[in-house]
Every structure is written in structure tokens, then in C-alpha cells.
């Protein structure tokens, strides 16, 4: 890929991650993601516009306010080079239009959900209701497989939705269910066991660390789309050589 491109893309991938940061913040806030100017969270002054160039502004600032001089999360900037490489990753891996506009949909609500998880520990209706719709709808049109995606997200649901009846809602939320089907669309059947399998021990990779770094305890919540959603992630793009190199250990 030409210097140029891979430039164009980080810059494309890294303003997409800025705006997704904001819609995150800002359903979180309950406030319209359209509507209303970008402000500093503590000060609440109107940014200038070149304080809002991605990765730039916040390394040319030093991650604080012009105003104020309180710190702005590294947050922004994590997200921001993160949605950039994906941009890169997603350019040199993909070439059919309606491929790009799956990739480009997976990337935008699978970052936001993250965000939305990791900083609220919850998974909201009115981001994961439409990603499931639009990542189905699409699916339909790239992996060509109706009975895969069906069955997929029938066992991604009913996986999490099984737990919240037998827990009466303890262990998994709504919002892991609505997760589990999301995924499910994505990876369809038989990958989803895969991706749950990765989720799992993701998770309980994370977890003993977290724990033996005594940043939580065995009764600390994660955010368990936090885990998911990179699982399903990587299953929809290398599942096939993972499912395949794990049937060759086995058999
Ligand atoms: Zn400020």
C-alpha cells in the first residue's frame, strides 16, 4: 500500500474514532450527539477547531485543557490511533464495496460499544439494537450464509440468555444477550462457539492478572463486552484458521 494511503487512512480512521468517542461520551451523558458544540468536560468552554484534530491536538496540548489545564482522558487518543490502524488494517485487507461498508459498520458500533462498557459498564439498546440490525442485514450480503448467521446468533443469545434465567439476572445482564446475538450475526455457526471460547479465556486471563496486581477482587465486575466484542472480532477475521488449527490439535 502506498505511504500516501496508509496516511489517508489514519487520518480518515483516527477523525471516525474521535467522532465515535463522542457519540460514546455523549449517549452515556444522555445528551444528542448531533446537537451542540464540542466542550471541555471539566470548564465546559467551546473547543477551537484545531483543538479537535485527531492525535495532533491532543499530543499538542499534552493532554490537557487549553482552558482549564485539567487533564483530557488519554482516552480520546488511545481511540483515535486504535480506530486509525483498524482503518489501515481493514484497507489493506479488503477490496468489495459492500465488504468495506460491513468492516467500516463492525469497527464503529464494536468501538462505541467498547467505550460505552468499559466507561459505564453498560451496553446500550439504542447502539446495540442497530448494530444488530445493520451487521445482520450486511452479513447477508458478505458471508452469503442465512442458516450460519440465523443459527450463530441464535446460540450467541441464547448462550447469555440461558445464565440471566438460571442467575435470575446475576451474572450476565440484557445487554450480554443483545452481545451474544450481535456476535453470533457476525461469526455465525459453528464460529460462535469459537469466539465465546476466546471471550472465556480472555477473560479469565485478565481477570488472574487483575487480581494478582490487586486492582480487583473475585467479586469485581469487567465489562464483559469489553472482552466479547474483541473475541468476535478476531473470530470474524482469522476464525476460520483458528477453528482450523484447533480441529488438527484435537482429532
Ligand atoms: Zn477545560
Redesign the pocket.
Known sequence: MHIFIIVLLIFLGASWGSFLNVIAYRTSKKESFLKGRSK??????VLYWYDMIPIFSWIFLRGK??????PISTRYLLVEIFTGLLFVFGGLLIVDLVEIALYIAVVSFFVVLFIYDAIAFIVPDRIVVPAIIIIFALNLFVAQDIASILLGGLVGGLWFLIQFILSKGRWVGGGDIRIGILMGFLVGYPLIWLSLGIAYIAGSIVAIILIILGRKTFKSRLPFACLLLPAAFATWLWGEAIWQWYMGLIL
Open positions: 471541555c468536560v471539566h470548564c465546559h468552554n485543557c487549553r482552558f482549564c489545564a485539567k
